[in-house]
């Protein structure tokens, strides 16, 4: 069904509504994402046995898991902006071929990791640990997330379809699906609650069985909802400028993402030259502040397809209001963040049975990092604001320098006092806040430039 330009409700609902009526269940969809890192993590954490150490597995298969969504979730995000844009300008043909190429894309990017999955996990895991059974627990729970990879991969692609037509609600109800099912099951396999225990291994198939639930109800729903997107193999074949213009889009999204994989796989090596706890302790501290992070993901999900397709309506006040009540929104979350962190931060620690020197690495991390919030709300809220308006470039940059280019070198450096006096190890925790600010200097001035050469030009 052609809808007529400008009568989705992302062009005509009172922005500020539209934002926390779309932002709230993207935000909780987003938030039930990070459950999938920090249930594990929990579960494993209490193993009757080597439950540290299966941490710690964990903790190093980590990096793929993120990159797995990179892919997954930057596809998305491409898909999300262009088929917003798309029925934005009334064009329903182009918007039927988005959605069908992102399906041949999940594809792809799925027999990817299912190659890696069966021959390349142990190798990978082997570059940051040579404890033996740290490297069979690991490269276990890694093998089946990879070889199942399906069900996150897939389940992000129909996410952003649902969430670009307006239909966020729905995704959410998706995400909860699989996190519940990822739940139930993670003491059933993990410590053998009626079925033989697996440990680690349990970990990682009530985490793919979870993601395959999330999968299953996100096609379904929008089998049946999405009505503006007509579905068939003649919109599946690939076609070159429709990917292209997906990933003009997406791929700044998915080096973004990959750079946190980056980011951690050299934290880990970095951190790992100090000892293991310091490892184990940010693998946990990073999976704690995701529930945050993922927050502000969320709302920059939704600032997105909102100021995406009223940039293609060509509605500069909408624009602008969608700019305001997305960056305003994000800091109220990341501020309040900030605050409950600084006062739960032991609380949260203990809840993994950490070493008394794990749980105190762990709680310095949560003290000092969690300073950036207010900035790293900045600047993520800056990524889906220049995506949105065809600012692929400035969004990278961003990316580039708060994950990379101020990380780890700033990290390493700060590094070096800790290998002869470990306590100095709160050195390293500094290199965050350092990034996050000097990234939001560079944000600022990239939106002053954006907003003078085409949010000015639009009609008012």
Known sequence: MKKEKGKSKLGTE?????????????????VLQAVYNIVDSAFVSNMRENGEMALNALTLAFPVQML?????????????????????????????????????????IHIVFLIFGLVGVRGYICTQTKNPLVIDMASDYLGICCVFSMGIIFFSIFE???????????????????????????????YGWGVPEMGA???????????????????????????????????????????????????????????????TY???????????????????YYKIQQFLLFAAFGLRDVITPVVSFNYGMGSRTRVKEGIKCGMLYTLVIMAA????LEIFATPFASIFGLSGETEALCVSAIHIISVSF????????????????????????????????FVLPVAWALSLPALTSPEKIWYVWLTFPIAEILTAVI?????????KNKIDSLEA
């Open 68 to 108: 797995i969504v990179a892919v997954g979730v930057g596809t998305g995000v491409g898909v999300n902006a262009l088929l917003a844009k798309s029925l934005g300008q009334g064009n329903h043909k182009k918007a039927c071929k988005v959605a069908g190429n992102s399906m041949f894309l999940g594809l792809i």
């Open 160 to 190: 952003k379809l649902l969430q670009a037509t307006g239909r966020s609600h729905l995704s959410t109800i998706a995400q909860v699906s699989g996190a519940l099912t990822n739940i139930i099951l993670d003491p059933i396999f993990i």
């Open 374 to 405: 207010i900035f790293a709300g900045m600047n993520v809220a800056y990524q889906g604001i220049f995506q949105a308006l065809d600012g692929g470039m400035e969004s990278l940059v961003l990316s580039v320098c708060r994950q990379f280019l």
């Open 443 to 451: 944000g600022t001035r990239f939106m002053k430039k954006i907003k």
């Open 201 to 263: 291994r349990g970990a990682a198939i009530a985490t793919v069985i979870g993601q395959i639930v999330s999968m299953v109800v996100a096609v379904s729903f929008h089998l049946k909802y999405n009505k503006e997107i007509e579905n068939g193999i003649r919109f599946m074949k690939p076609e070159r400028k429709v990917i292209g213009e997906i990933y003009s889009i997406g791929l700044p999204a998915i080096i973004a993402q990959a750079l946190m994989v980056v980011m």
């Open 337 to 340: 963040g900030l605050i409950v």
């Open 14 to 30: 009172k922005i500020s509504r539209l934002m926390l009526t779309m932002g709230i269940p993207m935000i909780l969809s987003m």
């Open 266 to 284: 050299g934290l880990n090596i970095i951190l790992g030259r100090i000892s293991e706890s310091a490892v184990t302790a940010y693998g946990l």
